[in-house]
């Protein structure tokens, strides 16, 4: 297969290229720098708010799957730059899924679609974003599918790594926990993120076994806060849980406001990926073994 990834030096699109990469596939990863990736020739560098570029890179490499991760996943900064937003998360999704209309497109969506009053949300429920990040994404998910009718939109939240290291809320735990110091977690905001490994194989196995195209939540099998998230981070890496301080925040209290409860069921996409890991404890034990290896 021909794969075209955008956001190939992010913490997702590391991963999906690391998974992707063999001698079945060609891999195009699209992002603005290398990063000091190791990439070679995988990765052309281009703009995606771009237009000329994403056409242009559409015709010249004529992919047979698009798996698109890119975005402005800063919620702050997406709030402030709603112009610049829109073209990266919202059109630049649609213009791909349109230059690209005989692929199989991926498009990378979010829990955040949802308004987080309530959790345990499937496929049909009432989509309600509070911020403009989340705004975007689901203006990106109505893009790609009035565009194509061969989209995947998947709906999840990850937790992983960068490389250099970003400041993703593992990154940021792991990073202050090892220097001794004390962070927060949040008791009353909760989640079921799947580490971006498991995320990876799941795009693999989807697009292998010709899952019906359509939208998918792609949670982990436990729904967790995010203070118990940070305590098994601790507890895995051998780092002193007790320097996490368990508080409750009002949905207004974090900049801007964010869903507080965005668990997604996972039903749908495991009926038809039966023998697919969807466990908390499994992810973090990859991440565990991943990150001290330094293996992405
Ligand atoms: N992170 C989360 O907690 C989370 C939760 C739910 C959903 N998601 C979704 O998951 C996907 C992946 O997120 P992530 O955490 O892997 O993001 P990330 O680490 O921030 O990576 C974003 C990627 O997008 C690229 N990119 C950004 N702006 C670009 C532009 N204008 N043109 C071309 N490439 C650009 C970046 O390339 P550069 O190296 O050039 O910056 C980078 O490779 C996103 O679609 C996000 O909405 C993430």
Known sequence: MKILLTGVTGM????????????????????????????GNDIVIGD????????????SFNPDVVIHTAANVNVNSCDVDKKYTHLLNSESAGLLAKSCRDATFVYISTDAVYDGKIGNYDENSLTNPLNYYAISKLNGE?????ATNKAYIMRLNIYGFHNPTGQSLFEWAINNLRDGKEIVGFKNVFFNPLYTNQVAHIIEKTIIDQVPFGTYHLGA?????????????????NLDKSLIDGVNVNNNSMGVVRAM??????????????????????????????????NI
Do not use: C, H, M, W
């Open 48 to 59: 995606l708010t771009d237009k000329q570029f994403v056409k242009n890179i559409a015709i």
């Open 261 to 294: 409860n965005t668990t997604i069921k996972n039903n749908k996409i495991k009926l038809f990926l039966p023998d697919t890991d969807f466990s908390i404890e499994t992810g973090i034990d990859t991440l565990y073994k991943d990150f001290l290896s330094g």
């Open 221 to 237: 099998d436990s729904y967790i806060s995010k203070y118990d998230f940070l305590i098994k981070i601790a507890e895995r890496f």
């Open 12 to 39: 997702l699109g590391r991963q999906v290229y690391k998974t992707f990469k063999n001698q079945k596939n060609i891999v195009l990863g699209i992002a603005r720098n290398r990063k000091n990736l190791e990439l």
């Open 142 to 146: 109505k893009l790609v599918t009035d």
